[in-house]
């Protein structure tokens, strides 16, 4: 039989930067699918590689160091890592404020960011709404990929450079320790070994260690995103983030004004579906659009309806269409992202006998902090 020094089960973004760690480290890996290629979370996001958003903790500091990763494997190949930064755009005082505050946080930290005026906002962004902006904030190193290209060409590299072995569409119903060596068992009774195992499951909590997962703690979100047609006349260069992103995101809470900003009347049905808008726009000239939040319990994430809900999208569209100025808003495509996370923002780990190693409920950050939350990770795991 043929033993392993890893297999990583889920080839999502986390699995597949586990993957990479332990490839670097010179082991020997597995890596195993349950779908023909990973569909979930990792292909169905914006794209955004956002250390600005981040806690100002270890999750920033994670993707400050995805950023250098992410940099790394474009220089090898082409993953669609482009480093067309990130645009935060304040829409009243209070976010403006925010922005202001941030900026000193992230001087402190060594992470380049730039003030914009409203003259400067609307000579990097002309197709802002002119009434929208008040500020803005620029971070220049941040990266945009393509989510349904960008994991695939990571595998790809790792297989061809550094023999990474990669089995799809097998689904593994049983992980268990034996004589001193992990067993991973697939639905059809296939057998693998290896001496550790890393289980990066994503929000499939059913196959493997079902007790453990309901007893976790844990919500799945739903998200609702769209795409428009491609607009070959616009050119919406890096990511853009919207006052609502502002209110929202991790960073901006460690502000010292943030427990005082006020919530407009308006903005109470977005807060209540965990709205804020997001623009990103793809290689193919569309641009994608978003999002929202719903949550539920591991054992109840079958209540997320598997509608689309055109009620929440039509607030999406709404405040959108308040910021951004584009020739049509022609939709192409909607769809729901779902992903699992843990009560307090962090990741949630677990591990057998140091032998069998669990991390998932990353959140919304996978894309993010994934490479460099792996890194960490994957030193713990060959360090018992």
């Given at each position: 039989m043929k033993k392993y020094d890893l297999i990583v089960v889920g080839a999502g973004?986390?699995?597949t930067f586990h993957a990479y760690h332990a490839l670097q480290m010179?082991?020997?890996?597995?890596?195993?699918?349950?779908?023909?290629?990973?569909?979930?979370?990792?292909?169905?996001?914006?794209?955004?590689?956002?250390?600005?958003?981040?806690?100002?903790?270890?999750?920033?500091?994670?993707?400050?160091?995805?950023?250098?990763i992410y940099q790394s494997l474009q220089d090898l190949t082409d993953i669609t890592a482009r480093k067309n930064g990130s645009y935060y755009f304040a829409s009243d005082d209070d976010e403006?404020?925010?922005?202001?505050?941030a900026r000193a946080l992230f001087k402190i930290r060594g992470y380049a960011c730039e003030l914009m005026n409203r003259k400067v906002c609307f000579e990097r962004m002309p197709m802002l709404q002119n009434e929208y902006y008040k500020l803005g904030l620029f971070f220049p190193n941040e990266f945009s990929v393509e989510p349904r290209t960008m994991v695939h060409r990571v595998r790809e590299i790792l297989i061809k450079k550094w023999n990474l072995d990669f089995v799809n569409n097998t689904t593994i119903v049983?992980?268990?320790?034996?004589?001193?060596?992990?067993e991973v068992v697939s639905a059809k009774g296939e057998k693998f070994y290896a001496e550790k195992?890393?289980?990066?499951?994503?929000?499939?909590?059913?196959?493997?260690?079902p007790t453990l997962f309901e007893n976790s703690g844990?919500?799945?979100?739903?998200?609702?995103?769209?795409?428009?047609?491609?607009?070959?006349?616009?050119?919406?260069?890096?990511?853009?983030?919207s006052g609502l992103s502002i209110r929202?995101?991790?960073?901006?809470?460690?502000?010292?004004?943030?427990?005082?900003?006020?919530?407009?009347?308006?903005?109470?049905?977005?807060?209540?579906?965990?709205?804020?808008?997001?623009f990103k726009q793809a290689f193919n000239g569309s641009i994608i659009i978003g999002d929202s939040h719903e949550y539920a319990g591991v054992n109840e994430n079958a209540s997320h309806d598997f509608g689309i809900d055109m009620d929440i999208n039509q607030l999406i569209l709404k405040e959108a269409q308040r910021i951004m100025k584009l020739p049509n808003w022609n939709i192409q495509n909607y769809w729901a992202g779902y992903y699992s996370q843990t009560a307090d923002g962090g990741i949630?780990?677990?591990?057998?006998?140091?032998?069998?190693?669990?991390?998932?409920?990353?959140?919304g950050k996978g894309m993010t902090t994934s490479p460099g939350y792996a890194e960490k990770r994957i030193k713990e795991v060959f360090s018992q």
């Amino acid at each position: 039989m043929k033993k392993y020094d890893l297999i990583v089960v889920g080839a999502g973004n986390l699995g597949t930067f586990h993957a990479y760690h332990a490839l670097q480290m010179g082991k020997s890996v597995l890596m195993i699918e349950k779908d023909s290629e990973p569909m979930e979370a990792t292909v169905r996001n914006f794209g955004q590689v956002v250390p600005s958003g981040q806690a100002l903790d270890t999750w920033f500091e994670y993707g400050r160091r995805s950023l250098e990763i992410y940099q790394s494997l474009q220089d090898l190949t082409d993953i669609t890592a482009r480093k067309n930064g990130s645009y935060y755009f304040a829409s009243d005082d209070d976010e403006a404020k925010l922005l202001e505050e941030a900026r000193a946080l992230f001087k402190i930290r060594g992470y380049a960011c730039e003030l914009m005026n409203r003259k400067v906002c609307f000579e990097r962004m002309p197709m802002l709404q002119n009434e929208y902006y008040k500020l803005g904030l620029f971070f220049p190193n941040e990266f945009s990929v393509e989510p349904r290209t960008m994991v695939h060409r990571v595998r790809e590299i790792l297989i061809k450079k550094w023999n990474l072995d990669f089995v799809n569409n097998t689904t593994i119903v049983d992980c268990q320790i034996k004589n001193g060596i992990c067993e991973v068992v697939s639905a059809k009774g296939e057998k693998f070994y290896a001496e550790k195992v890393a289980i990066c499951n994503g929000r499939d909590f059913k196959a493997l260690f079902p007790t453990l997962f309901e007893n976790s703690g844990m919500k799945v979100s739903k998200l609702n995103m769209m795409s428009t047609y491609p607009l070959k006349d616009v050119q919406i260069k890096g990511n853009i983030l919207s006052g609502l992103s502002i209110r929202r995101y991790d960073s901006f809470k460690s502000c010292a004004s943030y427990p005082q900003i006020s919530q407009p009347e308006w903005q109470k049905p977005y807060n209540a579906w965990g709205i804020h808008i997001l623009f990103k726009q793809a290689f193919n000239g569309s641009i994608i659009i978003g999002d929202s939040h719903e949550y539920a319990g591991v054992n109840e994430n079958a209540s997320h309806d598997f509608g689309i809900d055109m009620d929440i999208n039509q607030l999406i569209l709404k405040e959108a269409q308040r910021i951004m100025k584009l020739p049509n808003w022609n939709i192409q495509n909607y769809w729901a992202g779902y992903y699992s996370q843990t009560a307090d923002g962090g990741i949630y780990e677990h591990q057998l006998d140091n032998k069998i190693y669990i991390a998932t409920g990353i959140g919304g950050k996978g894309m993010t902090t994934s490479p460099g939350y792996a890194e960490k990770r994957i030193k713990e795991v060959f360090s018992q």
